[in-house]
């Protein structure tokens, strides 16, 4: 069997640990003789599998009572729309614009009413996090929408906005259970968990008690409102059942390794390892400001595009897959997702090292 070091930005690596205990319940699922996914979603063996998967998250994030956790169909796309059709009711939503993923949550939101953009990084090339010390939020705004870690872009917020007492509206697709969050702190946290929870096929969507509103904006199909989600457990029509059975999964392995305190320090020293090498190699260079580097994912240059490509080639040879960085950058991103384990990163530096002096570097 071949295993490779994954460093794709997303759907991504998995916990081996977590992949074989599924493999091994694949036929038959706690004596059911069906797999997961061929059992009904209104069994008790699946209501046990998604209230787990909720009271495990709640643990690991320390979600307090008055927050839900709704389990989505559609992924980021979906909650683009999802936050606007659900948050409008003076129709204004201020977002400060990171990255690509910001960007389109911004123009999403513009279809229903008016989206403004308070901040941007956009004029370079979004490698930093804007000042949101003191934002011009609108008095009307119904929220502020930020994406918390920048996927494409390898930035991160140390410090969150201050909104003027607006609810603040949290994409954290790709940090998701990277570190501790003060999850009192957001109106909404939304995050697809393909990027570091479980396989593509939903987000994680958790909400304040009093933003889930009967009254949304006019047309708002049924299962675009997140009442629904919330007066049925998620399950208003078939979930996505294997999904969440994945997630579960991946939360029990979270506490077991520690929980999130852990993952911090891990991911923590993870990071530090490549972006050291980042700052001492005169052949490849990180492309984010210092202050503002993501622990999850790094992007990174040498400055010559076709040395780029031979780097990228020569690193899926040796079975460090999926390094190319997203195709509006260019050069190389690795995505260090809680599943990452340190030999990945180790093993990374040591053969980049290696090209930098094969390839006329020191
Ligand atoms: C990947 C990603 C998205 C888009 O997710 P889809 O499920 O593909 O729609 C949105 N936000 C962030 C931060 C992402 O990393």
Not at 89 to 105: F, L
Not at 324 to 346: D, Q
Request: with cysteine; proline share 4%; net charge negative.
């Amino acid at each position: 069997m071949k295993r490779v070091y994954n460093f794709s930005a997303g759907p991504a690596v998995m916990p081996e640990s977590v992949l074989k205990e599924a493999a091994e319940e694949m036929l038959d699922y706690q004596g059911s003789g069906m797999s997961v996914m061929e059992i009904s979603h209104r069994s008790s063996l699946f209501q046990n599998i998604i209230d787990t998967a909720e009271q495990d998250l709640r643990d690991l994030m320390n979600i307090p009572d008055n927050y839900k956790v709704l389990f989505i169909q559609g992924g980021g796309h979906v909650q683009f729309a999802m936050v606007p059709m659900n948050l409008f009711v003076n129709k204004v939503g201020d977002y400060i614009i990171t990255g690509q993923w910001a960007k389109k949550a911004w123009q999403e939101a513009k279809m229903y009413g008016t989206a403004n953009a308070i901040a941007s990084s956009a004029d370079r090339t979004f490698s930093y996090i804007p000042d949101c010390s003191d934002l011009p939020i609108d008095e009307d705004a119904d929220y502020v929408y930020i994406c918390l870690n920048n996927t494409i872009y390898g930035t991160v917020y140390h410090e969150l906005p201050d909104t003027k007492g607006k609810p603040l509206v949290a994409d954290i697709s790709s940090c998701f259970l990277s570190e501790p969050l003060d999850v009192s702190k957001f109106g909404i946290l939304w995050g697809g968990v393909q990027k570091n929870v479980g396989p593509a096929g939903c987000a994680i969507v958790i909400i304040r008690e009093d933003l889930v509103r009967k009254d949304v904006l006019e047309g708002t199909p049924t299962m675009l409102k997140y009442d629904t989600y919330v007066t049925s457990g998620s399950l208003h029509n078939t979930p996505p059942v294997y999904t969440i059975y994945m997630c579960g999964n991946v939360f029990k392995w979270l506490k077991a390794q520690g929980g999130l305190e852990e993952m911090k320090k891990r991911n923590e020293a993870k990071a530090k390892i490549l972006y050291d090498f980042l700052d001492e190699s005169k052949m490849f260079k990180g492309t984010v400001e210092k202050k503002d580097r993501s622990l999850m994912n790094v992007p990174f240059v040498t400055g010559d595009a076709d040395l780029d490509k031979k780097f990228i080639k020569e690193a899926e040879e040796a079975g460090f897959v999926n390094l190319k960085g997203h195709r509006s950058v260019g050069g190389m991103r690795a995505s260090i997702y809680n599943a990452m384990p340190i030999e990945g990163v180790e093993k990374l530096v040591g053969f980049m090292r290696e090209f930098e002096k094969a390839n006329g570097g020191n």
